[in-house]
């Protein structure tokens, strides 16, 4: 069964860094596209992100809300993919998903909160 | 950015109702369409794939339809069980959108 556990969420003041981490087993992790989905409080689904593999470049596309300020990598090594958030703002108070799939993401993690909050 | 619109937002049903849900991509996406079920506090689950492709052990009484712009969500035989939020995603283009999604009260 593939399973994705995301953890590093938390409270973290406006302008703060964070940084989340989604630790998958039952598959070949480095043949996996790896994507994050955020749902702020009561909203919808919204895509952030994505990471190809490494044997199709390894490359990265993001939103543009977080564009410039949010960094997707993975160490297949250790089975795990990371969002590195920086300049954190009020409105990136979210649930964040890491989901796998190429396409549809027949996948996902539990969730992490994360509250910008002063 | 391909934009997602769904209706209606919200919808309420009896138990052994049928409804649709309509999702309108702004642009032409062939059938590179899904639909996910969410229900409180647990991640979304996809139900259906590259519009009308039923996911295992996903009940038949889901079905989707539609390609080019149009495609609908259909649930026959409500059961309290599927009261939940349904989304679309697009992944004609690499920067998936999803709907706004609609909420479904049974």
């Known amino acids: 069964e593939v399973q994705l556990v995301e953890s590093g969420g938390g409270l973290v003041k406006p302008g703060g860094s964070l940084r989340l981490s989604c630790t998958a087993s039952?598959?070949?992790?480095?043949?996996?596209?790896m994507r994050w989905v955020r749902q702020a409080p009561g909203k919808g689904l919204e895509w952030i992100g994505r990471?190809?593999?490494?044997?199709?470049?390894?490359?990265?596309d993001y939103a543009a809300p977080v564009k410039g300020r949010f960094t997707i990598s993975r160490d297949d090594s250790k089975n795990t993919l990371y969002l590195q958030m920086n300049g954190l703002r009020f409105d990136d108070t979210a649930v964040y998903y890491c989901?796998?799939?190429?396409?549809?993401?027949?996948?996902w993690g539990q969730g992490a909160l994360v509250t910008v909050s002063s | 950015d391909i934009q997602m619109t769904q209706s209606p937002s919200t919808l309420s049903a009896s138990v052994g109702d049928r409804v649709m849900i309509t999702c309108r991509a702004s642009q032409i996406i062939d059938s590179w369409l899904a639909w996910y079920q969410q229900k409180p506090g647990k991640a979304p689950k996809l139900l259906i794939s590259?519009?009308?492709h039923l996911e295992s052990g996903v009940p038949s009484r889901f079905r989707g339809s539609g390609s080019g712009a149009e495609f609908t969500l259909t649930i026959s035989n409500l059961q309290p069980d599927d009261s939940a939020t349904y989304y679309c995603q697009q992944y004609k283009s690499y920067l998936y959108t999803f709907g706004q999604g609609t909420k479904l009260e049974i």
């Open positions: 590259d519009a009308s």
């Open positions: 990471i190809q593999r490494k044997s199709d470049g390894g490359t990265t």
């Open positions: 989901a796998t799939g190429y396409g549809p993401l027949d996948t």
């Open positions: 039952g598959l070949t992790f480095s043949n996996a596209y």
